[in-house]
């Protein structure tokens, strides 16, 4: 039989199928094979044996937290407390981007700021827009169950931003632990600890403790110059160019004529490793 796993506890897999679930353990094989299935892998399994035979190829693959085969992500992205930040949303869409995943940015707590910020972080995430990318907010629970529909989701983001909170309104039922923010170092405390896949909205997603590893250390300069998708709309003269020092670049003037945002730009030569101090 076929079906997908959506949550490991210790040794057991309880894998979704056909309306059941069913607890299995691995075939002892996999440990000498090094093949370890994670929540959202689809696995062909025994029901009389309650074991995992083969676990089937991936779409894609996290390693903080272990899950595979997520469609999009919703990168939820807090206005205030924690504070809104560029770098650390465009790091998570790199990410994305990187593995497949569509990116959806849903921002929380806008009653927080003032209405000059929320003005100006309207405007920035207006370019986000722009290049292609879906902005909500969380208080639009119905458009956030359209898109939930028929898609692996996962919801991540800046921890206190009110992942599990907005988990809570899309199905009260769940009733996640949620966790306040740290006033002295404006980041919440981590209330998200088993990684499971739930069923909503003709769709499923999973609450997670967040993504740990924000590095892109497996990834290459142009797998990141690449995940920046507005990047390939103006193709340079040569195509090994990497938007730094090269004298022809059209991406550069392109940023200096305010047609892509200068700090996406900076977030993309701090995540190659380039000083934009140094830069020509």
């Keep these: 039989m076929k079906g997908q796993i959506i949550k490991i506890s210790s040794d057991l897999h309880f ?24 929540v959202g892998d689809y696995v062909l399994f025994s029901k009389e044996k309650s074991l995992i035979e083969e676990v089937l190829p991936r779409k894609n693959v996290f390693e903080r937290p272990k899950v595979s085969n997520i469609d999009q992500a919703f990168l939820i ?34 009653d927080l700021v003032s209405a000059d910020e929320l003005k100006n972080i309207k405007d920035i995430l207006k370019y986000y827009e722009s290049i292609g990318y879906t902005v909500i907010s969380n208080t639009e629970i119905d458009k956030i169950k359209e898109l939930l529909s028929n898609k692996t989701s996962v919801f991540t983001g800046q921890t206190g931003a009110g992942k599990s909170t907005l988990l809570n309104k899309l199905n009260p039922n769940w009733n996640l632990e949620t966790g306040e923010v740290s006033i002295a170092l404006g980041r919440g405390r981590h209330t998200t600890r088993v990684v499971e896949l739930f069923e909503i909205c003709n769709g499923k997603v999973m609450d997670t403790p967040g993504f740990s590893s924000l590095e892109f250390k497996q ?21 090994d160019c990497s938007h ?20 996406r730009y900076l977030n993309y030569l701090n995540f190659i490793g380039v000083d934009s101090n140094e830069k020509n």
Aim: overall charge positive.
């Design 77 to 110: 992205t807090s206005l205030k407390l924690p504070d809104f930040s560029t770098n650390l949303l465009d790091k998570f869409i790199s990410l994305m981007e990187m593995n497949h995943v569509k990116p959806i940015i849903c921002i929380t707590k806008e």
């Design 219 to 239: 990834f290459t300069k142009e797998d990141i110059k690449n995940s920046f998708i507005e990047f390939n709309k103006y193709p340079c003269p040569f195509k």
């Design 244 to 263: 730094t020092n090269e004298k022809e670049c059209v991406v550069k003037r392109e940023v200096s004529s305010n047609n892509i945002l200068e700090s």
């Design 15 to 38: 894998i979704s199928c056909e309306d059941k679930v069913y607890p299995c353990k691995c075939r002892g094989i996999f440990r000498k094979e090094h093949i370890t299935p994670v």
